[in-house]
């Protein structure tokens, strides 16, 4: 062999090891996951839980040898429930080379967040937001929300109330606050008017000055009282709402939406009865599912505390949903994940059965925990499936 030909065959050949070696560094380099969200403000109360049971989905990953063999590194900018600081901290955690977003768990306080990941053309999940626009038809294809569409939760609520509990004549009190209690209203009304319901009146509220004077004086002047209110507000408001209407005398059953979960505010109101959500899942020891029981175990082990909202599963299968589609597709890359979560169809995640579409990035027809209070504390019912499901015009409130 020429000492030409040799001097090419050794140039190959470190090139070829150059290669090699570049593609296992890239391999080794760890999967970057941003999360945007609130640790301060009233939003906190929505989003801590579902970031710690993130982190716990993370660190079972990593044990477990690591996403597409490499493992996932995680970093937190807090929102301050402040929409404008969403978008910034969205933008900054991209920089930081976030291959995935969580967001806020609020359309109106997520979607800022989500827009940044979705024009980087980054994936961005918020673990709870209950408006369909936070997906393909209002920030865009790259979005999704791994909870129950508001309007779902307010047709189980008025199916449950129609068919489980025999209740025909309804009252509607809505907080128009923000676009999640407004869907949680407009599907409680389709589902009522399905069933052939009456609705006796309603009237609306703000979830920021809850004063209820007028409201509840003109729901006792009701020529004929209503013997369910459907209350469509998530707290501190509802908490409030709900407060001033018993305060008033009126022990009319309450069916609310998942807003409402939890026990942390029941101190608020003192020997509540008849007050119904659908829930994600129970915290109180009662929840009829294997997977979401051995959840909370884990969460308690790793965090030594139990989760402060139901909402935290979400978190948890927030990153589950997403390391699926990765695994499947064999890549980080969005459109390939994108496209192994839009034919998820009844995917049995940690928080319940899961669909997607290319056209639907939010659940309408996942079973709900129906919970009552009782004894200054919610308890498990049993699991409800909606019958009635929200078409697009529904979603999006069209007309």
């Known amino acids: 062999m020429s000492s030409k030909s040799k001097f090419l065959g050794v140039g190959l050949l470190l090139s ?24 301060s403000g009233w939003m906190a109360n929505y989003d801590v839980g579902p970031f710690k049971a993130a982190v716990l989905k993370i660190e ?46 609020d359309y109106d306080y997520g979607a800022p967040a989500a827009l940044a990941a979705q024009n980087a053309g980054i994936v961005a999940i918020s673990p709870g937001a209950g408006d369909a626009k936070m997906g393909v038809q209002g920030v865009g294809p790259l979005v999704f929300t791994a909870h129950t569409a508001a309007q779902t939760q ?9 068919n489980v509990m025999g209740l025909r004549n309804a009252y509607a009190l809505e907080d128009v606050s923000i676009e ?17 319901g009456t609705l006796a009146g309603s009237d609306t509220f703000r979830n920021d000055d809850p004063s209820l004077a007028s409201q509840i004086t003109r729901l006792k002047g009701l020529a004929t009282p209503p013997d369910v209110i459907f209350l469509c507000s998530y707290t501190p ?3 409030s709402a709900v407060r001033q209407i018993r305060a008033a005398g009126i022990d009319t059953p309450v069916v609310s939406l998942t ?7 029941l101190g608020a ?5 008849d007050f119904y959500i659908p829930a994600i899942m ?3 020891g009662d929840d009829p599912r294997e997977e979401i029981n051995k959840f909370l175990a884990a969460y308690k082990k790793r965090w030594s505390e139990d989760p402060t909202s139901s909402f935290a599963v979400l978190g948890y299968s927030s990153i589950e949903q997403w390391a699926r589609a990765v695994e499947k597709a064999g890549t980080t890359e969005s459109e390939a994940v994108v496209g192994v979560m839009n034919q998820f169809k009844d995917e049995p995640f940690t928080a319940g059965l899961t669909s997607y579409t290319d056209q639907l990035h939010i659940q309408i027809n996942r079973p709900q925990l129906v919970m009552k209070v009782e004894n200054g504390s919610f308890r498990a019912l049993e699991m409800y499936r909606n019958k009635f499901q929200p078409d697009m015009k529904l979603l999006f409130r069209a007309g």
């Open 16 to 39: 070829a090891a150059l290669a090699t070696a570049d593609a296992t560094a890239q391999s080794e380099e760890p999967i970057k996951v941003g999360f945007a969200i609130a640790q």
């Open 60 to 105: 079972e990953i990593n044990a477990a040898g690591g996403l597409l063999g490499r493992q996932i590194e995680y970093r937190v900018i807090d929102t301050k429930t402040d929409q404008t600081l969403a978008g910034t901290a969205g933008a900054n955690l991209l920089d930081w080379g976030a291959e995935m977003l969580i967001v806020p768990t």
């Open 154 to 162: 307010g047709i189980v609520m008025a199916e449950y109330a129609y």
């Open 180 to 196: 999640y209690s407004k869907s949680g209203c407009a599907g409680y009304r389709a589902g009522w008017d399905h069933l052939g």
């Open 237 to 239: 408001g509802g908490a």
């Open 259 to 265: 807003g409402m979960t939890d026990n942390y505010w």
């Open 269 to 273: 109101v003192p020997d509540l009865k």
């Open 282 to 284: 129970s915290l109180y």
